[in-house]
Structures are given as C-alpha cells and as structure tokens.
C-alpha cells in the first residue's frame, strides 16, 4: 500500500468536495456543511482552514490519487485533528496509516478529537494509535439534524 501525505494542491479540492457528496460519510462524520452541494460554502470553509496560520493540512494520497484529507488546528487551547477518506477505502487500513503518518510528522501533543458515538470505524482508529477517551459531550449535528453525543480523544 503506497499512502503518501502531501500539501493539498488546489485540484484536490475538486476531489475533496465530491467526497462530501456522499450521504453516508457525512452521516458517520456528524459534522459537515448543511447543504453539501454547495460549492462556496465547501470554498469558503476550504479557504478559511488552508489560510489559516494555525493549522496543518495535507492531502492523504493513495498511489498518486487524492483519497482524503487530514488536518489539524488549535481548538480551545489544544491541537484537535480531523480527517476524511474516501468511502470506497474504508476497511482497509489506509486512513489509520495516513493518521499514523500524520502524527509521526507531527509530534506537538497532546491532539485531541472528537468522534460522533456510533462511527465506530473512526473510534478503532484513534484507539489503535494510542488516543483515550477524555470526555463526552452533546453537539448538534447539522447533517443529522440532531444533537449527537460526541466523545472527546486524546494522544498524549
């Protein structure tokens, strides 16, 4: 398997948008855009998180595609990461081996992140790599149209 992290080009962002498309990764994810088709919402918030002087995000590459996305910010006092791979690659150990290199690059810690209770694919994950729950809370989710209950991770 040839997992590569790499700067996010401006045409990844094409692929990057047609990923948010997908009802189910959305649902799993608890927290995306209210209207997922719509392109300046996606730009504009594309815009604001590579502009900003404070986070860190990559393009998760699989054999010279773009498959994802990894990113982490300061939130609250504390570097929080986040990520997103395409659906079709779940199961199969890529995204775990994107977050690993990703945390292996950069070591700042403690990260944290905060996972929707039922995405149980994205709690396997972070446990593998060493996170522990720290806390839980209630968020509403505008995709879900719901408050979800979220648990709160960290690597120390």
Partial sequence: MMITLREVQPSDLDQFFQFQQDADAAHMAGFASTNPSDRGVFDHHWGELLNSADAIVRTIDFEGQPIGSIAAFEDEGAREI?????????????????VSKFLQDFPQRPVRARVVVDNV????????LGFTEVGEESSFSNVRAQVVQEKILQLS
Avoid at 82 to 96: A, I, L, P
Avoid at 121 to 128: A, R, V
């Fill in 82 to 98: 986040m990520f997103w791979t395409d659906k079709q690659f779940w199961g199969r150990g890529v995204t775990t081996e994107a």
């Fill in 121 to 128: 694919g994205t709690l396997k994950i972070l446990e593998s």
